[in-house]
């Protein structure tokens, strides 16, 4: 009986990999498509709110990915696995590319607040990056200070001289630059000083639980008043509850994204969105 159960673990256990050497072979294959296809990814649009003046300041292009055998891939997933292919390279280029078409259709619709683009390590990385994301723009026709790149700790923490070089140009080009997912790196703070950022982003593991554990209420309350110190504005991410924008507009948080105000969209439905706002502040 032990044998026999100790055989089903192993099956079960082989099982699994099978499965998930056959998810990775399909997701590889796929991927590679969609890059050489271009058409199956599509950006959502997810709004950032001033607290203060409960405007919309701008917005976060996040990806998204349609692919008919594996349905809506996300990009928790395949972010991930196109960074360990090198794949990123090309798929960050059509990110980009998708995002400057969006970005006409919006300021032709008079929607002119900048958009924030994740960037990826590995590109940033890139000896190429600064040029190849300014030839895009400039293809584009666009100007630099039109967007907002969010960068992570694990981005911009590793003592080299070129990342505060290249911080500094982007920073010369006019992009506003974030620092996304704060407080999850183990990082020292004195780079804050250091780098040129505009933004800390808080992340929502903070967020998630500052109504009910006064210990992450204080942990947000201390990083806002040293963003605020330090000549940077501050922006919680993931904030789904009433309670939480009361609480964090009242620790002076600048702006406020997640779900509370609306789940990343398409394009149209961020104009949708966008329209709406209006005529309610107008409403008012
Ligand atoms: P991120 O940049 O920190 O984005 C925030 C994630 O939280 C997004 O997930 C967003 O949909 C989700 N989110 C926003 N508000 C709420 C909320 O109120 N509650 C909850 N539970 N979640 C919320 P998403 O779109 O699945 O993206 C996950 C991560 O994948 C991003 O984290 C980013 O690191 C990466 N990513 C997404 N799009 C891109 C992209 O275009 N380029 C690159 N390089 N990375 C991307
Ligand atoms: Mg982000
Ligand atoms: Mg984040
Ligand atoms: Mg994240």
């Given at each position: 009986?032990?044998?026999?159960?100790?055989?089903?673990?192993?099956?079960?256990?082989?099982?699994?990999?099978?499965?998930?050497?056959?998810?990775?072979?399909?997701?590889?294959?796929?991927?590679?498509?969609?890059?050489s296809n271009k058409n199956e990814f599509e950006i959502y649009y997810q709004p950032k709110v001033n607290y203060q003046k409960q405007q919309i300041i701008g917005m976060e292009a996040l990806v998204r990915w349609h692919n008919e055998i594996l349905g809506n891939v996300s990009p928790g997933e395949f972010i991930p696995y196109a960074e360990e292919t090198g794949l990123i390279i090309p798929l960050s280029e059509i990110i980009l590319e998708k995002v400057c078409l969006d970005a006409h259709e919006l300021i032709g619709n008079g929607?002119?607040?900048?958009?924030?683009?994740?960037?990826?390590?590995?590109?940033?990385?890139?000896?190429?990056?600064?040029?190849?994301?300014?030839?895009i723009l400039e293809r584009n026709n666009l100007p630099a200070n039109h967007f907002e790149l969010e960068l992570t700790e694990r981005t911009i923490m590793n003592n080299e001289k070129e990342t505060t070089r290249k911080l500094i140009l982007l920073k010369h080009m006019g992009f506003k630059l974030s620092l996304d997912d704060f407080g999850t790196g183990y990082s020292s703070l004195s780079y804050l000083v250091e780098f040129p950022l505009d933004c800390l982003k808080i992340d929502q593991s903070f967020i998630k639980q500052i109504c009910s554990v006064s210990d992450k209420q204080a942990i947000v309350h201390a990083i806002i008043q040293m963003a605020h110190r330090l000549q940077m504005s501050v922006i919680a991410e993931g904030v789904e509850q009433r309670d939480q924008v009361k609480l964090l507009g009242e620790m002076d948080c600048d702006m406020i994204q997640g779900y509370y105000y609306s789940k990343p969209v398409p394009l149209d439905e961020i104009m949708e969105f966008l329209e709406f706002w209006e005529l309610e502040i107008e409403g008012k």
């Amino acid at each position: 009986y032990a044998k026999d159960h100790g055989k089903n673990q192993f099956s079960f256990y082989f099982d699994d990999l099978k499965t998930d050497a056959k998810r990775t072979f399909t997701l590889d294959s796929e991927l590679r498509k969609a890059i050489s296809n271009k058409n199956e990814f599509e950006i959502y649009y997810q709004p950032k709110v001033n607290y203060q003046k409960q405007q919309i300041i701008g917005m976060e292009a996040l990806v998204r990915w349609h692919n008919e055998i594996l349905g809506n891939v996300s990009p928790g997933e395949f972010i991930p696995y196109a960074e360990e292919t090198g794949l990123i390279i090309p798929l960050s280029e059509i990110i980009l590319e998708k995002v400057c078409l969006d970005a006409h259709e919006l300021i032709g619709n008079g929607y002119k607040m900048p958009i924030a683009i994740n960037i990826s390590s590995i590109h940033f990385h890139q000896p190429n990056f600064i040029t190849s994301i300014q030839q895009i723009l400039e293809r584009n026709n666009l100007p630099a200070n039109h967007f907002e790149l969010e960068l992570t700790e694990r981005t911009i923490m590793n003592n080299e001289k070129e990342t505060t070089r290249k911080l500094i140009l982007l920073k010369h080009m006019g992009f506003k630059l974030s620092l996304d997912d704060f407080g999850t790196g183990y990082s020292s703070l004195s780079y804050l000083v250091e780098f040129p950022l505009d933004c800390l982003k808080i992340d929502q593991s903070f967020i998630k639980q500052i109504c009910s554990v006064s210990d992450k209420q204080a942990i947000v309350h201390a990083i806002i008043q040293m963003a605020h110190r330090l000549q940077m504005s501050v922006i919680a991410e993931g904030v789904e509850q009433r309670d939480q924008v009361k609480l964090l507009g009242e620790m002076d948080c600048d702006m406020i994204q997640g779900y509370y105000y609306s789940k990343p969209v398409p394009l149209d439905e961020i104009m949708e969105f966008l329209e709406f706002w209006e005529l309610e502040i107008e409403g008012k």
